[in-house]
């Protein structure tokens, strides 16, 4: 994913709220400007949320005025009544020669910008003992709907030949678990092969799955439990909630995994709805329905995973879908 790029700007509105704002919408994300900065069809280079921006010129103005060496994580805020998501800035933070570059051109190892992490736990992080098998699987790093135009248009083209099936998306830590032959030989957090563990909170949640005798394949989840952003499902112990899983060289269709995720003796992120081909919604009202989704304690939900009931593997490996992000969570 893109974290920062040369884009154009489709559509400067007023902000309803503020004379001296307006609302500027790249890709599918809108961010609040100062008014005049920028025009409808101008190029620009456009930041997205959850990154850590450099201290330089053009990010100051967001720096930590009392902790100005603090890094500057960059989320979606709400000023003056409206959603702003990501950061809009001219050509002239690049380089000259930069700035010549084609549209969709990636800047963002350039400026300096870096993906934010979350932390993970000590009692979770264990001891890594190699780097995550991409051999085998591909990383669990779901693409941002309102990112990807060209992704968003092909998971509703096959949505509208064999529906749709969404999901609730949890905020947990990402967890790939791979066995051969029925026995498990990697466990794994979002970056890392981890070591076997009595103690470690991957492993424990991994033992817990009854893999079937003689089965190979990877089984990828998001870990939830004690110790994980906060026990949002206020669980007793570590539990894997799996949301694909991968034999035979295809990932499972959604109802395939649900019956496999059975004899696993495992959960699957709660579904939020099926829509039947002739009724596939919007990106607009999906952001409006994740807008609105909570726990059961109340709390703002992370957001929503869809993709078509029936899928196979997307050109980066993993399968075929997008997730869309509530404006109103906070990490």
Known sequence: MKLASIETISEITPHGNA????????????????????????????????????????????????????????????????YSQGLVLPLSVLPEHMRSWQTGADVGGELGVKKYEKEIPTQLAGEAIG???????????EENALSNPELVAEVLAQSRIHGMSVTLKLDGSSCTVIAHDGEITHVCSRRYSLKESTENGFWLAARKLSIPKGWSGAIQGELMGPGVQGNQLKLREPELFVFQIKHDGR???????GAFSEKLGAKNPPAL?????????????????????????????????????????????????FKIINRNYKD
């Open 131 to 141: 780097g995550f098998p991409t051999f085998i699987v591909a990383q669990t790093d």
């Open 19 to 82: 004379e001296r704002l307006e609302l500027a919408r790249v890709l599918g994300w809108q961010a609040v400007v100062k008014k005049g900065e920028f025009k409808t069809g101008e190029r620009a280079v456009f930041v997205v949320i959850d990154t850590i921006l450099p201290n330089a010129v053009w990010s100051e103005f967001l720096a930590d005025k009392n902790s100005p060496d603090k890094p500057i994580r960059l989320k979606t805020a709400k000023l003056r009544g409206e």
């Open 273 to 321: 709805a099926t829509f039947p081909k002739e009724m596939i919604p919007a990106v607009e009202v999906l952001q409006q329905t994740a807008d609105a989704l909570k726990l059961a304690g109340g709390e703002p939900a992370e957001g929503l995973v869809a993709r078509p009931a029936s899928h196979g593997a997307c050109g980066n490996g993993r399968p075929l879908g």
């Open 251 to 257: 990932f499972l269709a959604p109802r395939e995994m």
